[in-house]
T-cell receptor, first 112, second 115 residues
Framework: DQQVKQNSPSLSVQEGRISILNCDYT??????FLWYKKYPAEGPTFLIS?????DKNEDGRFTVFLNKSAKHLSLHIVPSQPGDSAVYFC???????????FGTGTRLKVLA | ETGVTQTPRHLVMGMTNKKSLKCEQH?????MYWYKQSAKKPLELMFV???????ENNSVPSRFSPECPNSSHLFLHLHTLQPEDSALYLC??????????????FGPGTRLLVL
């Protein structure tokens, strides 16, 4: 049973527009969530995180929103740039367990 | 060298071979992890070492054997692997303070092909 799900395997967005990547989870015990970006032939790179005590965290062009009641988080990228084209993974964990649970990833393509 | 490094980057091995993957972190972290990424599957956590002690073994077959000689180095020893073990193997590290772990930083991975 997959505890963290990214239901869209791919997304295409025009340069300059907003990219919205979604992630759903089933375990209400998760208290920390992260987004990673992965380019081909590289390991995942940390992008942004959010604690379960918040509902929004912003870092430059990247904003993560958390809706605990819906068990849903999303990553907004504004404005999208061609260099943002990559696979984006969401991850969740329970503090103290050292166990990240990852989604399957969404491939974002930003068109110039 | 900075961050998390992994060697080799690519490895092809037969089912009877023995090989080792190496990971080194230069971030001063005290927790290290092995993950497996197969096509169209989420990253799967294999092993966790916290302060050099193994704290997690996610039901990984014994043909995978981890070793953590110090907080900067992590090995994954491989023997008698199966073709379905072909995958990208990622190492990560984090700074674990008390019960709260922090963000994990990943290496570039080793692409393994078992023939």
């Amino acid at each position: 049973d997959q505890q963290v799900k990214q239901n869209s395997p791919s997304l295409s967005v025009q340069e300059g527009r907003i990219s919205i990547l979604n992630c759903d989870y089933t375990n209400s015990m998760f208290d920390y969530f992260l987004w990673y970006k992965k380019y081909p032939a590289e390991g995942p790179t940390f992008l942004i995180s959010i604690s379960s005590i918040k509902d929004k965290n912003e870092d430059g062009r990247f904003t993560v929103f958390l809706n605990k009641s819906a068990k849903h988080l999303s990553l907004h990228i504004v404005p999208s740039q061609p260099g943002d084209s990559a696979v984006y993974f969401c991850a969740a964990f329970i503090s103290g367990t050292y166990k990240y649970i990852f989604g399957t990833g969404t491939r974002l393509k930003v068109l110039a | 060298e900075t961050g998390v490094t992994q060697t080799p980057r690519h490895l092809v091995m037969g089912m009877t071979n023995k090989k080792s993957l190496k990971c080194e972190q230069h971030l001063g972290h005290n927790a290290m992890y092995w993950y497996k990424q197969s096509a169209k599957k989420p990253l799967e956590l294999m092993f966790v070492y916290n302060f050099k002690e193994q704290t997690e073994n996610n039901s990984v077959p014994s043909r995978f054997s981890p070793e953590c000689p110090n907080s900067s180095h992590l090995f994954l020893h491989l023997h008698t692997l199966q073709p379905e073990d072909s995958a990208l193997y990622l190492c990560a590290s984090s700074q674990a303070e008390g019960p709260i772990e922090e963000t994990q930083y990943f290496g570039p991975g080793t692409r393994l092909l078992v023939l």
